[in-house]
C-alpha cells in the first residue's frame, strides 16, 4: 500500500459512490474499485460496504481513513515546507485564538503577517479554548493560543505571558460597600450573582477559590463572552474576566472593573503548536510573527498582563 492507495482510499470515503470518487479523481471506476479491493486483501478487512444507496465505511474504514487523513496532510505539509525552501515564504496557516485573545490579536497580527510575508495566507478561527484544544490535537489548526496546558500532556506550548482577572460591574450597580472600583477580595464575591462561563476561565476561577474555601454563587452559566458582558452591563449579575475580554465595555462606560485581591488571581497565556501538523516555514513564521506582536501589545500596555 502507498500513498496513492490512500488517496484513492480518501476520494472514496469521502463520496457517495465508487462511480462518484471516480469521477471526483478522475480515475475510471473499475480501476478504483481493483485498488479498493487490493487495499482490503492487503490489510485483511472489509473497509467499505456498497449498497444500492452507495458506499459506506466499516468500523475498520474509518479508523483507516484517519490515518489516511493525517498521513497525506504530513506529505502535502512536507512537500510544501521543501518548495518553500530558498524561496518565498508562502503558505497556509490556520490559526485558533480564544474570543478575549482575538480580540486584542486578531487585527495586529493579521495587519503584520499580511505587510510583511504577504505569500503566508493566514486564517483566524476564533473559538472556545475547549474546542481549540481539540483542534490542536487533530491538526485542524496549525497553531493557537491556550489558556492550560495540564489536561493534556500532548501539548506543549511557550508561556506567552500572565494575565490578571479582574471583577466586573455595571458602573450603577456596584454591590459593595468600598467605593467602585477598588480591589474586592475574593470571599466578598461569595453573596453575589455572578455569570461566569463554563470554559476554562471557569476551571481556574474555581481552583483559586478550592483554595480559599470560597463558594461563588454562579446563578447563570454562559459560553458566550458578549452576552456576559451586555447582561451585567445591564445590571442582571457580575462576572470575572481578564481585562482584554471587556475593554471595549470599559471604554465605553458601560462596566466598570476592579482588580481581585486576597488572593491575587491571574491565569496563563501559552501559544501551542499542532502536534499533528508538520510546522512549515511559513507556520513558523507566523509563530515568530505572534511572539513579537503580542509582547509589544503588552510592552505597550495594550494587553494588559506580564511577559514571561
Known amino acids: 500500500m502507498d500513498i496513492k492507495h490512500l488517496r484513492y482510499f480518501l476520494a472514496v470515503a469521502e463520496a457517495p459512490s465508487i462511480s462518484a470518487a471516480a469521477q471526483a479523481i478522475g480515475v475510471a471506476q473499475p480501476s478504483l474499485s481493483q485498488h479498493l479491493h487490493r487495499m482490503e486483501e492487503e490489510l485483511s478487512v472489509k473497509l467499505v460496504e456498497r449498497s ?3 458506499t459506506h465505511l466499516t468500523d475498520e474504514g474509518r479508523v483507516l481513513l484517519e490515518h489516511a487523513r493525517g498521513i ?8 510544501e515546507d521543501m518548495r518553500e525552501r530558498g524561496g518565498t515564504v508562502r503558505g497556509r496557516v490556520v490559526f485558533g485564538m480564544p474570543p ?3 480580540m486584542i490579536m486578531s487585527v495586529p497580527l493579521a495587519e503584520t503577517v499580511w505587510h510583511e510575508t504577504p505569500e503566508i495566507r493566514l486564517r483566524a478561527v476564533e473559538a472556545m479554548s475547549g474546542y481549540l484544544e481539540n483542534w490542536l490535537l487533530d491538526g485542524t489548526v496549525d497553531i493557537g493560543f491556550l489558556y492550560n496546558l495540564r489536561k493534556n500532556g500532548n501539548l506543549r506550548g511557550t508561556h506567552v505571558l500572565d494575565e490578571e482577572l479582574f471583577f466586573f460591574s455595571a458602573p450603577d450597580a456596584w454591590p459593595l460597600d468600598t ?12 453573596k453575589l450573582d455572578l455569570v461566569l462561563p463554563s470554559n476554562g476561565l471557569r476551571d481556574q476561577i474555581e481552583a483559586y477559590c478550592k483554595q480559599q474555601d470560597v463558594r461563588l454563587n454562579v446563578v447563570l452559566e454562559m459560553d458566550a463572552m458578549t452576552q456576559i ?12 474576566f481578564a481585562p482584554v475580554a471587556a475593554q471595549d465595555f470599559v471604554r465605553r462606560g458601560d462596566l466598570l472593573r476592579a482588580p481581585i485581591i486576597e488572593p491575587r488571581m491571574t491565569r496563563p497565556v501559552y501559544l501551542v503548536k499542532s502536534p499533528a501538523r508538520v510546522m512549515t516555514r511559513a507556520c513558523r513564521v507566523v509563530e515568530s510573527t505572534t511572539l513579537e506582536v503580542a509582547r509589544e501589545l503588552v510592552r505597550r500596555g495594550l494587553w494588559e ?3 514571561r
Not at 72 to 79: A, E, K, Q, W
Not at 182 to 190: F, I, K, N, Q, S
Open 229 to 240: 458582558k451586555e447582561l451585567v452591563a445591564r445590571g442582571s449579575g457580575y462576572t470575572i
Open 100 to 102: 478575549s485573545c482575538s
Open 72 to 79: 497525506c496532510s504530513s506529505l502535502d505539509r512536507c512537500v
Open 179 to 190: 467605593p467602585p472600583g477598588t480591589p474586592v477580595p475574593l470571599r466578598a464575591l461569595e
Open 52 to 54: 444500492a444507496r452507495g
Open 305 to 307: 498582563g506580564t511577559l
